[in-house]
Every structure is written in C-alpha cells, then in structure tokens.
C-alpha cells in the first residue's frame, strides 16, 4: 500500500536499554509506595518514560522520580548520543506526585528521535541516576510519508488488573511491535471506582490473580488514591516499554472518577464517603495531568482542558473529544431543547471550527464515547448520546445533529469517528437515507476495546441517525476475563502517495477480525 518505505523500528537494543531502569519498578519495597524523601543515594526512574502529543516539531516527554529530582532530557538522532541536544526540565517533587514533563520544541519533522531521561539531585546536579531510554518519531511535513496509529481503551476494569500469570497487558506488546507513529488512547485509561481483589475464580474453575496495590483495594477519593490508580497500570513491564517507544494521544471518560459521572452530581453509593462528583472529578483530573503528557493539561492542578487538536502532518488532525467534563446529567434523552448537550455549548463551536479550519486530509474524531450505540445509566437514563428512540434527534442527539450538519454543508472531507467504552469491537457505517435525521453525509465510526479489562455483549443501535452494523466481535455474556476472551485494538495506515486510510479491527493474537479503505477528499464515505 505504501509509496514511501515503511519505517523501521527502533533498534532492538535501544527500546531494552530503555525498560532496564523502568524494570526496576517491580524492585522496589512495597509497590506502589510513594517515593522517600530521604536524601541518600540517587534519583531513579523506575516508572519508565512516555511521549504525547507529538506533531512535526515538538513533543512532550514525561518521567517519575523517587525523590526530589530535576529532570534533564537529551535528544539525539541517533541511538549513540554522540551529538546531543540538552532540555532542563522541571523539578519533580511532592506537588506533582514527583512526575513532570519537559516539551520539547524545534525538533526535526518526519525523523526518529531518540532520547534519554536523567534526575538531578536539586541540590547537587553531580549526582546523577540511571538514565533511562526512550525514542519516537515526530509527525511528517511531507504528504508522502505514511502514517501509522494505533487506537483501543478501557484497561485494568471489571476487576481484571494485572495478572502476572498471563504476562500482564499482553496486549500492549503486540501493539509496540506493530510499530505506531503514535497510539490513541479513548479513554478509560484507569478503573478508579473499580477496586481490584487477590484473585478471582473464573466460571471454568481457573483461577485469575491480580497484582495488588493499597490503592486498588478500594474506590479512589483521595489525590493520593487517584494517583496510585495512574500509577498501577506502570507496574507493567508491557506497558512501560511500549510507553519508551510509542507517543500516545490520549484522552479520558467516566472511569477514570467514577462510573457514568456527571457534573454536579451527588452520589449515593455507600462506598464513598465524598459523594460531592465535582470534587472527586478535580483530584482525578489533577492526577491525569500528572501522569499523561498532555498539551492542554498543565500538571500540579492548573487550569487546563482536555478537548485539543494533535496535528500530525498534512495527512492527519485528530481531534480529541471531552464528553464528560461539559455534559448535563444523564436522563432519558427526550428534551426537544438542548444546548448543553455532551459536549457543551463552548467546545461544540470549537469543534465546528476546528474542523472547518483543518487542511489535513483526514480528519480523525476522537470520541469517548460512540454516537448511535444505546449505553445506559441504570433503568431509565442514558449515559451517551443515543437514547434508543429512532426519530427525531432528541436530547444529546441534537448537538451531533449540529456538528453533523455542519460538517455536510461546510463540505469538510476525510472525517471518521474513532472510539472506545463499550468493550467489544465494532464498525457502524452512517447514512442519511436509513435515519431520521437526513442532514448530512455518510461517515464510519469504529469501536475497539478493551485493551485490558472485561467484554461486553454489543449494544442496540438507534436509528436516528442511520447507523448499519457492518463487523461486530463480542462475547455473549457481561464481564467476560482477558482469560476467556481476546482485547481488542484498532490500526489505522494512511498511504502517503495515494492518501487512502485503511481501518483494521484487530484481536490480541494478531488476528485481523475486519478492515476497510476509505477514500481521500470526500465529504461522505
């Protein structure tokens, strides 16, 4: 498909190199523990290193410390660190859980970087750790060079955490080797409101054992316990090497504070002394700041957003929803009047404008949440945006409506939505002609996940908006294990000569379940 060489991975030697320090998490006394302040011996990174939001000239690199450390970066073309470029980062301490990030500007576009991370001691910058290693590759500024992402969610739910006995999130090996420019994370990157228990006997008689920590053994509500659940899915050795070579966008949705949340709400569940969401949402919120770099989301609790655009290069934009922060509460979905919606007034019109400013050839609608799939709140409300009444848009579905429309009349090309939640994996294919509503142009949505945690039966389609199921993969009963059933991940190859984007559904193991060609330059697919 290509018309410029695919790139080849990284040396073998540099992506070991970079998990020998990382490895050393598992090491340590009590895991999880927060890091000592004591001033003997040298800063560590045990907890590996990770990139985000990459584009054609700049990249965030992110790393944690034991103890009071200054975090130094050094990028070089080359694996040898022969010439380098030195970046004086933050200062980890207390306030940000002893994570930072540096950003880095002015890199080459289209090239493979390669840097390493080293902690200062603050007081003394002779004393130096380990350097620990990474590499990843900047966005081209040529069409002609392809793109290749991957994109999947949901890890460590449904009380699946990791199992040392399977090798941990396998999944997250098969996904490194296939070699992503970047990965796309659609949220639900941890389970907060989902504690984990030593083991769990599976209906076969096997026995599933997870690895413990003091703050997966109950909800999150404190900062302390929100960041331990970011902290737990780094206790992976799949993870923290797949993190040293593959950027990720990532982006969150309700289980990251708690399942189904809305602002304003008020809980009732006994499990949770702060029944106070917006509250819970802040300490979660600071904690994802401070354990994912993210463009928009300074860390150490300043005011940020989610919802951004990663430019990556001419052939690709990807536009990064928040459909939890701006919503209004889950109900039935049958208001004929709403402008606050899923996504709220504000970033809807960002949304638009965006779009219509966008000269990339595709344009990639990252989405937490999928369109025309019914997902529930308890008996009576909904907790997406189909409500599972075929008319008429209704309720949340009248801000998609908007964007819909809006995108058919401004004639923007090459948008797909991409997402996650539902656990299972899925292509539904819009049109106008099968729905409804009719005001608009045909377009593809594509659902992948869970990447570590428990499948799900498909849900029911709503018809408001003409969706087909053309693929589904999902298992029959509720909560199936890792053990019992494949994670899924999605891939997405843009060809740089023809632009042409092909979507592969994928299960772990390598299997290809579905995949399909979209064209460039058009309005509907």
């Not at 949901?154 to 070699?179: F, K, L, S, T, V």
């Not at 799939?373 to 409506?401: F, M």
Request: aromatic share 8%; charged share 25%; hydrophobic share 35%.
């Amino acid at each position: 498909m290509s018309h410029s060489p695919r790139r080849t991975s990284p040396d073998r030697r540099t992506v070991l190199r970079g998990t020998v320090a990382a490895s050393a998490a598992l090491a340590l006394p009590a895991v999880g523990a927060a890091p000592a302040l004591a001033r003997s011996g040298r800063p560590r990174a045990a907890w590996g290193v990770q990139t985000g939001d990459v584009t054609t000239s700049s990249g965030l690199v992110w790393a944690r410390s034991d103890r009071p450390a200054r975090m130094i970066v050094e990028t070089s073309a080359t694996d040898s660190f022969r010439r380098t470029h030195r970046w004086h980062g933050p200062l980890l301490g207390p306030g940000t859980d002893f994570t930072g990030t540096s950003s880095l500007r002015g890199l080459p576009a289209g090239e493979q970087i390669h840097y390493r991370v080293t902690l200062a001691d603050p007081d003394d910058p002779r004393r130096t750790g380990e350097p620990v290693y990474g590499t990843f590759r900047t966005a081209p500024a040529r069409r002609r060079q392809d793109v290749r992402f991957l994109w999947s969610g949901d890890i460590a739910g449904q009380g699946w955490g990791i199992n040392p006995d399977i090798g941990g999130y396998r999944a997250y090996e098969e996904m490194r080797r296939r070699n992503p420019d970047f990965f796309l994370c659609s949220g639900d990157t941890v389970y907060a409101d989902g504690p984990l228990v030593p083991s769990v006997t599976l209906p076969d008689g096997r026995v599933w054992r997870n690895l413990m920590t003091e703050e997966k053994a109950k909800v999150a509500e404190t900062l302390a316990e929100y960041r331990g659940n970011f902290r737990y899915n780094l206790l992976d050795e799949n993870v923290r090497r797949f993190n040293a070579q593959v950027p990720t966008v990532v982006q969150w949705d309700d289980h990251e504070v708690r399942n189904n949340w809305y602002p304003g709400q008020i809980l009732d569940d006994v499990r949770y002394s702060e029944k106070n969401v917006d509250v819970l949402a802040a300490r979660a919120s600071r904690a994802f700041s401070e354990y994912f770099p993210v463009s928009t989301l300074p860390s150490g609790g300043r005011e940020g957003r989610m919802h951004r655009v990663v430019r990556y290069g001419p052939l690709l934009d990807v536009f990064v929803l928040d459909m939890r922060s701006y919503r209004n509460a889950n109900s039935p979905g049958r208001q004929a009047d709403d402008t606050q919606g899923i996504l709220g007034a504000e970033q809807l019109a960002w949304l638009k404008r965006e779009l219509s400013r966008s000269r990339a050839v595709w344009k990639v609608i990252a989405s937490d949440m999928p369109l025309g799939l019914v997902v529930p709140d308890g008996a009576a409300n909904i907790e997406a945006v189909a409500q599972g009444d075929p008319g008429v848009p209704l309720g949340r579905e009248l801000q998609i409506a908007e964007l819909l429309r809006h995108i058919k009349h401004r004639r923007i090309t090459g948008t797909l939505w991409l997402t996650a939640d539902v656990h299972y994996t899925s292509a539904q294919h819009y049109a106008p002609e099968r729905g409804a509503f009719k005001d608009f142009a045909p377009f593809w949505e594509f659902v992948s996940g869970p990447l570590a945690a428990g499948g799900f039966p498909a849900n029911a389609l709503d018809g408001t908006f003409g969706p087909e199921r053309v693929f589904v993969r999902a298992p029959e009963r509720a909560n199936v294990s890792p053990m019992e059933s494949s994670q899924y991940f999605g891939e997405v190859d843009i060809d740089g000569g023809s632009g042409e984007l092909t979507v592969r559904l994928r299960a772990e193991g390598g299997t290809v379940l579905f995949s399909t060609v979209l064209q460039p330059g058009r309005v509907g697919q």
